[in-house]
Nanobody
Framework: QVQLMESGGGSVQAGGSLKLSCTSS????????LAWFRQVAGNEREGVAS???????SYADSVKGRFTISRDKDKNTLYLQMNSLKPEDSAMYYC?????????????????WGQGTQVTVSS
């Protein structure tokens, strides 16, 4: 069983930055894709950014140029650097570990999920 633990969420003003981290309990996910999703209560979950085992990345159009996903395989940790934050970025952010190698923003491709970390951006 893979356990994922997010950290780094918080409250920030528009234009500010946050860096989210997600640590895995095992190293078995080194060869699988990892991703960040977000969800606002009452809305559908949205894929934000993903990174494959080959380090190729995918981003939602809404965050391109502002967010950067990265992974440190030695530390079993996934990161999401979020810059130029907007109020519409406010959501619960979840990291997820996938079942395939290549980068994907499809939620169905992910098997393990963290508990989430809240990001709130005020105007």
């Amino acid at each position: 069983q893979v356990q994922l633990m997010e950290s780094g969420g918080g409250s920030v003003q528009a234009g500010g930055s946050l860096k989210l981290s997600c640590t895995s309990s095992t190293s078995s996910q080194r060869t699988h894709c990892l991703a960040w999703f977000r969800q606002v209560a009452g809305n559908e979950r949205e894929g934000v950014a993903s990174i494959g085992s080959d380090a190729l990345t995918s981003y939602a159009d809404s965050v391109k140029g502002r967010f950067t996903i990265s992974r440190d395989k030695d530390k079993n940790t996934l990161y999401l650097q979020m810059n130029s934050l907007k109020p519409e970025d406010s959501a619960m952010y979840y990291c997820a570990s996938g079942q395939i190698r290549q980068s994907t923003l499809e939620g169905d491709d992910y098997l393990y999920w963290g508990q989430g970390t809240q990001v709130t951006v005020s105007s």
